[in-house]
């Protein structure tokens, strides 16, 4: 059974910059792309960034030129490198294989954007 524990999220003001990490269990991790979800209040989970398992990423155009998706295939952690954040970044992040996620999530960071 595959786990996914994501951590990194926080309180911050607008401009500023966080990491988020993802640690999933399980050999799946190597094999498969990975990607960020989030999910705001009152609205639908979407996709944030992918990365395969050799390193292709694609991002939302939300999410271009500010946030940057990479993996460490030995440590099966993907992380989220997220500068110049706004006040609608503010959501529960996730992360999940894709393009198929699997049907247990994680528990999810929180990011706060606000001044």
């Known amino acids: 059974q595959v786990q996914l524990v994501e951590s990194g999220g926080g309180l911050v003001q607008p401009g500023r910059s966080l990491r988020l990490s993802c640690v999933a269990s399980?050999?799946?991790?190597?094999?498969?792309?990975m990607g960020w979800y989030r999910q705001s209040p009152g609205k639908q989970r979407e996709l944030v960034a992918t990365?395969?398992?050799?390193?292709?990423?694609t991002y939302a155009t939300s999410a271009k030129g500010r946030f940057t998706i990479s993996r460490d295939n030995a440590k099966n952690t993907v992380y989220l490198q997220m500068n110049s954040l706004k006040p609608e970044d503010t959501a529960v992040y996730y992360c999940?294989?894709?393009?198929?996620?699997?049907?247990?999530w994680g528990q999810g960071t929180l990011v706060t954007v606000s001044s």
């Open positions: 999940n294989t894709w393009p198929r996620p699997r049907n247990t």
């Open positions: 399980g050999s799946i991790f190597k094999s498969n792309a």
């Open positions: 990365i395969t398992n050799i390193g292709v990423t």
